[in-house]
C-alpha cells in the first residue's frame, strides 16, 4: 500500500520560509517523479515543482521561480519543498504526489497523492 504523508507546513509572515517535506513508502521511491500541487481555497489544484527519479530534471512552476525549490533524498524515500520569500498568495494546502513516468504538470497524470499540509503566509 502506497503511502505519502507531507510535514512542514504551517504559518508563517511574508517573507519567511519553510521547507515541506513528503516521506513516501510502499513504492520503490527512486523510480519515481515526485510532484508538488497546492490548492487554495475555492480554486482549482496547480502545479508548483516536480522532480525526476534521478532529480536530474527538476521543474518549477514561473509563479514560484527563484523562490521555491524542489530536491529529494532517495535513501530516506523523501522529497522537499524549500520554500522562500514566501507571498500571501502561496497559502494554500500543499501535496505531494507520485508517478512513474517523466515528470509533468498536469495533476491527473499523477498515480499517488498524499493528505496534504496547510501553509498559511501572513501579511
Known amino acids: 500500500q502506497v503511502s505519502l504523508v507531507e510535514s512542514g507546513g504551517g504559518l508563517v509572515q511574508a517573507g519567511g520560509a519553510l521547507r515541506l517535506a513528503c516521506s513516501a513508502s510502499?513504492?520503490?521511491?527512486?523510480?519515481?517523479?515526485m510532484g508538488w500541487f497546492r490548492q487554495a481555497t475555492g480554486k482549482e489544484r496547480e502545479y508548483v515543482a516536480a522532480?525526476?527519479?534521478?532529480?536530474?530534471?527538476?521543474m518549477h512552476a514561473d509563479s514560484v521561480k527563484g523562490r521555491f525549490t524542489i530536491s529529494r533524498d532517495n535513501t530516506k524515500d523523501t522529497v522537499y519543498l524549500q520554500m522562500n520569500s514566501l507571498r500571501p498568495e502561496d497559502t494554500a494546502v500543499y501535496y505531494c504526489?507520485?508517478?512513474?513516468?517523466?515528470?509533468?504538470?498536469?495533476?491527473?497524470?499523477?498515480?499517488?497523492w498524499g493528505q496534504g499540509t496547510q501553509v498559511t503566509v501572513s501579511s
Open positions: 522532480i525526476s527519479w534521478s532529480g536530474g530534471v527538476r
Open positions: 510502499g513504492l520503490t521511491f527512486s523510480g519515481y517523479t
Open positions: 504526489a507520485a508517478r512513474r513516468q517523466n515528470p509533468t504538470v498536469v495533476p491527473g497524470r499523477y498515480d499517488y
